[in-house]
């Protein structure tokens, strides 16, 4: 089985690959793409790509992504910008990629030695309070509206969410790295195997699904909430969406059940107040109820090969020191169990 797209080929294929990009490249970058940057930068808190907070001379600052290298090609990460481009023109709150160029034509994605990256406008805000009846119905409406236009045409650069490309393909490259420490080899496997054995039930019990173009990995941190008295001069009132990175083809509750937190009687609650907005704009399939405990279990092993994947990045063992131990795998054993039983169960709502 191929690995996912995500995760490259070996373990020392991923090293050091933002060695060479410095701040003065990031600068020279911003200005070959005909912005004036002003000096100021500020990174902020991403791990899989470097994201930069660039001032600009007389003008709002931007903020400047700059994609791993071998991670996605250029016809999926432009499919991505299209996608977003596609729900800022139906007034969806996304953020799309600026349009520029370095000598060539202009595109949303920008090469200079070496280097691809995107340029966005900054979008301020908080995360959204997930404890308000009326924030997850207002995320509901505009989650349904993302939907609506992700189902009107595939993508065909971008994988996938399913059992083979977040579980099957995780398993792999972990056994085939020698990831798992030899004495829980074992256990772990027999854990991965039950889990993705119950993925598969999950699947089955929902039936035929309806994929679609998905933001991907709807979580908190990917909302910013901007208040009714902060709006002016800020986007308006609500949610904006952004990092549209994980993107990628899959079924709609994907981008639900993320939102989701607490114990399953205060799910339940929270996922109401989702659907009743979403389906303002869309019908809510309520048999991909099934898959939330099988989209857990399948993030939960890709994160863990995702981890594993990056480590020879130096941000990684700086930012997950806790990662690759004994103790680590032992908890994933423990989770896995866990999940094995909640994807027995009946579904929220069942």
Not at 77 to 83: K, V
Not at 98 to 122: D, K, N, Y
Request: charged share 25%; aromatic share 10%.
């Amino acid at each position: 089985m191929a690995p996912s797209q995500d995760l490259p080929g070996t373990a020392s294929s991923d090293d050091v690959p933002y060695a060479g990009l410095t701040p003065e490249r990031i600068l020279d970058a911003l200005e070959a793409a005909g912005f004036r940057p002003d000096g100021r930068l500020l990174a902020l808190n991403s791990y899989e790509n470097r994201v930069w907070q660039v001032g600009i001379e007389d003008a709002s600052p931007v903020i400047a992504k700059f994609y791993r290298p071998g991670r996605w090609t250029d016809a999926a990460i432009l499919e991505e910008h299209a996608f977003v481009q596609q729900l800022a023109d139906a007034e969806i709150p996304a953020v799309p990629a600026m349009t520029a160029s370095i000598g060539t034509q202009p595109s949303t994605l920008l090469a200079h030695e070496g280097f691809r990256f995107a340029v966005f406008p900054r979008c301020g805000g908080r995360e959204p309070a997930l404890d308000k009846s009326d924030t997850l119905t207002w995320l509901g409406r505009f989650i349904g509206r993302i939907h609506a236009v992700g189902a009107v045409v595939p993508y065909q650069a971008r994988p996938t969410l399913d059992v083979e490309t977040f579980g099957v393909a995780a398993r792999d490259w972990l056994l085939a790295n020698d990831c798992i420490p030899a004495d829980l080899l074992a256990p772990w496997r027999a854990a991965v195997d039950l889990a993705l054995d119950g993925v598969r039930r999950c699947y089955d019990r929902a039936g035929d699904i309806r994929l679609l173009r998905l933001h991907g990995d709807c979580h908190r941190g990917n909302v910013l909430w901007i208040d009714e008295d902060d709006a002016r001069g800020r986007g308006a009132p609500g949610p904006h969406f952004v990092d549209f990175d994980d993107s990628r083809m899959g079924p709609a509750v994907q981008d639900l059940w993320m939102l989701l937190e607490g114990d399953r009687a205060a799910m339940q609650d929270q996922l109401a107040d989702i659907v009743a907005g979403y389906e303002d704009f869309v019908a809510f399939e309520t048999r991909e109820l099934w898959l939330v405990e099988a989209l857990r279990t399948l993030r939960l092993l890709h994160y863990s090969a995702w981890l594993a994947s990056r480590w020879g990045d130096p941000a990684f063992p700086a930012a997950f020191p806790w990662f690759g131990g004994a103790r680590y795998w032992q908890d994933r054993i423990l989770e896995l169990r866990e999940q094995i039983a909640l994807m027995d169960e009946p579904p929220l709502w069942g």
